[in-house]
């Protein structure tokens, strides 16, 4: 099952690219930014004592300010995702793909970027993922 799944994950990458599409990263990043913040304000006041401390507050709340609202390109979001979200986005695209037969990934890219509605549907079942499941907002293209 496991060549199955990585062939479906990279269709995904593949069609997602394809239609330049990205996600809003200010969910995800929010531990990050928290954690960003921390340390800056930790080693602002390592080394400038009080001062230091409101200096490294104000440059981690920038940091914070300046990556909420950005957004990632799906492909890179789908290459981090845990197991448990690969399988249930395995399971949803694969609900398309049950007629298909194919031997690799280079074929199952190229049996379903070839067929309009067919990358409709699984273009549809990855929004639908990633709205539902990853609770993100998407954007296409620049």
Avoid at 76 to 105: A, G, H
Avoid at 112 to 134: D, F, I, K, P, S
């Amino acid at each position: 099952m496991a060549p199955r799944m990585d062939d479906v994950m990279r269709l995904c990458r593949e069609t997602s690219a394809h239609d330049e599409i990205k996600l809003a990263v200010k969910n995800s990043t929010k531990g990050a930014i928290a954690l960003v913040a921390g340390g800056s304000i930790l080693v602002g006041g390592l080394l400038g004592g009080p001062p230091g401390i409101a200096v490294g507050g104000v440059l981690g709340a920038l940091f914070g300010w300046l990556t909420s609202g950005q957004f990632r390109p799906l492909p890179q979001i789908l290459m981090e995702l845990s197991p448990d979200q690969r399988q249930k986005l395995y399971d949803q695209v694969t609900f398309y793909l049950i007629n298909l037969v194919w031997t690799n990934k280079a074929q199952l890219v190229t049996l379903v970027m070839g067929n309009a509605t067919l990358q409709q549907q699984v273009t549809a079942a990855l929004l639908n993922y990633v709205t539902r499941e990853l609770g993100s907002k998407v954007c296409f293209g620049d």
